[in-house]
T-cell receptor
Framework: DSGVTQTPKHLITATGQRVTLRCSPR?????VYWYQQSLDQGLQFLIQ???????AKGNILERFSAQQFPDLHSELNLSSLELGDSALYFC?????????????FGPGTRLTVL | TQLLEQSPQFLSIQEGENLTVYCNSS?????LQWYRQEPGEGPVLLVT?????EVKKLKRLTFQFGDARKDSSLHITAAQPGDTGLYLC?????????FGAGTTVTVRA
């Protein structure tokens, strides 16, 4: 158990819909990272927040957005969903704000878009 | 296109055999990490290598960072069924972590 929690574990929805994925970092960690893992693209970095502010951006689509709240939990919002958005979405946390700090990954949310 | 190319994609060996996984790129990385991921779980960090030419040993696992900091390898000695999993390398560049596609290792008892 990494100490990072993600909800829900599974999510099935239809194209065009909007969903919200939630992540609670390890106690004391200030950074939250979001990743997408699919069979064809592998594990792709989406975005990082540090203490409530966006720190780094990766291959995140404009239809996707994220935020980190004062209690440090984070949400990833995915809208206008397409079939290709079906993937595992991981959240990771670290105590520092730099990417080479050890990141602890949550168990992931499996999103299926039908 | 992956910034980091891992080979082989799949590896199936008998318990007790040795194996090596390679991670190559044309780009230079400030550091390189290796993760292992088991089905239904998130990746778990095994090691971080920072200096070109660095070799780190973790029990039966040996990690090497290339002199030019563009490539790395993971060698497992006397593999055990518990070593089964997806091995991912990840490079730090421009304040972001870029992952390879992974090598699926199966160790048969």
């Amino acid at each position: 158990d990494s100490g990072v929690t993600q909800t829900p574990k599974h999510l099935i929805t239809a194209t065009g819909q909007r969903v919200t994925l939630r992540c609670s970092p390890r106690s004391g960690d200030l950074s939250v990272y979001w990743y997408q893992q699919s069979l064809d693209q592998g594990l792709q970095f989406l975005i990082q927040y540090y203490n409530g502010e966006e720190r780094a951006k990766g291959n995140i689509l404009e239809r996707f957005s994220a935020q980190q709240f004062p209690d440090l939990h984070s949400e990833l919002n995915l809208s206008s969903l397409e079939l290709g958005d079906s993937a595992l979405y991981f959240c990771a946390s670290s105590d520092g704000g730099v990417v080479y700090n050890e990141q602890f990954f949550g168990p992931g949310t499996r999103l299926t878009v039908l | 296109t992956q910034l980091l190319e891992q080979s082989p994609q799949f590896l199936s060996i008998q318990e007790g055999e040795n194996l090596t996984v390679y991670c190559n790129s044309s780009s230079v990385f400030s550091s390189l990490q290796w993760y292992r991921q088991e089905p239904g779980e998130g990746p778990v960090l095994l090691v971080t290598v920072v200096t070109g030419g660095e070799v780190k040993k973790l029990k039966r696992l040996t990690f090497q960072f290339g002199d030019a900091r563009k490539d790395s390898s993971l060698h497992i000695t006397a593999a055990q069924p518990g070593d089964t999993g997806l091995y991912l390398c990840a490079g730090v560049r421009d304040y972001k972590l870029s992952f390879g596609a992974g090598t699926t290792v199966t160790v048969r008892a």
